[in-house]
């Protein structure tokens, strides 16, 4: 792999993850908050609220991702699909840089 896609991703990582740690303690404040005396207006929170937690879900998954990414960057796995060991191509890395596994074996799971 060419050393220059660690650091190029890198940064795009600790970016994401410090955007994605932003957001969900948005959220989670957000849905801390409390309700609203009127139980019509109750009742749109409450449904806002399951959103709400859906998306500090699938932030929090992301960011498991971003963080195993960076481990593979740091012990210099970054680029090599964990499931077969061949190298993760570029086009796959640009549009999903804490991608794990080649599109092969990622589609493999579908």
Known sequence: M???WPAKFREQLEKQKTELTDRISKIKADIASGLEADSA?????LENRDVLTSLVREGEDELVQIKAALRRMDDGTF???VACGE???LERLEARPYSAECIKCASSHD
């Open 2 to 4: 060419n050393q220059s």
């Open 87 to 89: 190298s993760i191509s």
């Open 79 to 81: 680029g090599t699909c």
């Open 41 to 45: 207006e109750q009742a749109t929170q």
